[in-house]
């Protein structure tokens, strides 16, 4: 069981390039969502989803794209990098029933640089 | 607007001490509260939650919907509490918004 598994760990990109940041969960959760985390700004939600074919967007969108074709997957896409996307992303996924309900699971985080 | 304050970036206190980490929420639903903790080279994970009202590692929190807060308490602070400490709100819709974070350091 590898819980919530981020891919890459690392990536420098330049701007104006595109990219997708992979994330992965083994333990049938519905819920997935993604963060990104910046200093003094905590995490902030950028897209979610309650299940496969359902996505929206949280506090941060703009710039990103998501799917969720399957339960397990749930990549989140850069189109064209900017600078004020350097950040860490966090992936997290959360079951929405009994007594573990919307506790989330995080992945190690990934740490994007743009130049 | 729905939101999650923690005023306090910093927070230092020695080992032994009381420690309270403070919590503000504006949400016109029915809010449920999170804390989460991230420790040096660790992954974000749950340190509680409103609706279990239990305490870990020491820590509880109670949810005032009067004064919409949700402090962090332990009486005796330990080194190893040191850590980043982030509140988190759960909307209706199941989106989960977090505070600043507070980093708390524990001297020895």
């Known amino acids: 069981n590898a819980g919530v598994t981020q891919t890459p760990k690392f990536q420098v990109l330049k701007t104006g390039q595109s990219m997708t940041l992979q994330c992965a969960q083994d333990?049938?959760?519905?819920?997935m969502s993604w963060y990104r985390q910046d200093p003094g700004m905590g995490l902030r939600l950028i897209h979610y989803s309650v299940g496969a074919g359902i996505t929206d967007q949280g506090e941060v969108p703009n710039g990103y794209n998501v799917s969720r074709s399957t339960t397990e997957d749930f990549p989140l896409r850069l189109l064209s990098a900017a600078p004020s996307q350097t950040s860490v992303y966090f992936c997290?996924?959360?079951?929405?029933?009994?007594?573990?309900?919307?506790?989330?699971?995080f992945g190690a985080g990934s740490r994007l640089t743009v130049l | 607007a729905q939101r999650v304050t923690q005023p306090e970036k910093l927070l230092s206190v020695f080992k032994g001490a009381p420690v309270e980490l403070k919590c503000n929420y504006s949400y016109s639903g029915s809010p449920e509260l999170f804390w989460y903790v991230q420790y040096s080279r660790q992954r974000l994970q749950l340190l509680l939650r409103?609706?279990s009202r239990e305490s870990i590692k020491g820590f509880t929190a109670d949810l005032n919907k009067g004064e919409t807060s949700f402090h962090l308490k332990k009486p005796f602070a330990q080194e190893e509490d040191s850590a980043m400490y982030y509140c988190?709100?759960?909307?209706?819709?199941?989106?989960?918004?977090f505070g600043a974070g507070t980093r708390l350091t524990v001297k020895p």
């Open positions: 333990m049938n959760h519905e819920y």
């Open positions: 409103h609706i």
């Open positions: 997290a996924s959360s079951y929405g029933g009994g007594a573990g309900a919307n506790v989330l699971t």
């Open positions: 988190a709100l759960r909307r209706n819709n199941n989106d989960m918004r």
